[in-house]
């Protein structure tokens, strides 16, 4: 199995930046899409951006030109470039690993982290 393990999370000012990491522990083998989702209270979770194993990303449209997903090239790293943040940015961020193994696809979900963002 996998295990995200998610870090980067904190306050920050409106128009600030962070980034998040999120890193695959465990059996990390044919890991294919990464992503990051968020929820905010009272919120859906929602797909803030994802990348595949051949590089190709995928964002919401409310975080296109602001957020930048990428991995590291052993493609057990994803990382979120979160620039110019508003405070509808600030919610719990969660880190999605979908794994391929045989016929199967699995999907492992991070516990969470913080992002708030004062205005």
């Known amino acids: 199995q996998v295990q995200p393990v998610e870090s980067g999370g904190g306050l920050v000012q409106a128009g600030g930046s962070l980034r998040l990491s999120c890193a695959a522990s465990g059996n990390s083998e044919s890991i294919n899409v990464m992503g990051w989702y968020r929820q905010a209270p009272g919120k859906q979770r929602e797909l803030v951006a994802q990348?595949?194993?051949?590089?190709?990303?995928n964002y919401a449209d409310s975080v296109k030109g602001r957020f930048t997903i990428s991995r590291d090239t052993a493609g057990n790293t994803v990382y979120l470039q979160m620039n110019s943040l508003k405070p509808e940015d600030a919610a719990v961020y969660f880190c999605?690993?979908?794994?391929?193994?045989?016929?199967?696809?699995?999907?492992?979900w991070g516990q969470g982290t913080q992002v708030t963002v004062s205005s």
């Open positions: 990348i595949n194993s051949g590089g190709s990303t």
């Open positions: 999605k690993i979908e794994q391929r193994r045989g016929l199967y696809s699995y999907q492992y």
